[in-house]
Nanobody, 120 residues
Framework: QVQLVESGGGLVQAGGSLRLSCAAS????????MGWYRQAPGKQRELVAD???????NYPDSVKGRFTISRDNAKNTVYLQMNSLKPEDTAVYYC??????????????WGQGTQVTVSS
């Protein structure tokens, strides 16, 4: 059984910072790409950032220069440092990981989500 457990969400004023963490646990052989997505009320879930096992990162223009994704492979953990937060960043943030298992197969997993609210 694999779990992704997120932490670090909360309420912050515009211009502030938050750091999200997501730890994967269970019978994991390897973790390929990891990422963060968000979903605001009435909107579709969208990519915020992702990172390959080798450390290559990808961001949409809406967060580029403000958010930084990183990972600690030894801890099976991915982080999202969010700076210069804006009210439009308010959403539920979800962790995602492509996890590999013995037998050379993999599956996509999602965390339970953590609320980030940015007040103006």
């Amino acid at each position: 059984q694999v779990q992704l457990v997120e932490s670090g969400g909360g309420l912050v004023q515009a211009g502030g910072s938050l750091r999200l963490s997501c730890a994967a646990s269970g019978s994991i052989s390897s973790i390929h790409a990891m990422g963060w997505y968000r979903q605001a009320p009435g909107k579709q879930r969208e990519l915020v950032a992702d990172i390959t096992s080798g450390g290559s990162t990808n961001y949409p223009d809406s967060v580029k220069g403000r958010f930084t994704i990183s990972r600690d492979n030894a801890k099976n953990t991915v982080y999202l440092q969010m700076n210069s937060l804006k009210p439009e960043d308010t959403a539920v943030y979800y962790c995602n990981a492509d996890i590999g298992f013995r037998g050379n197969w993999s599956r996509d997993y999602w965390g339970q989500g953590t609320q980030v609210t940015v007040s103006s």
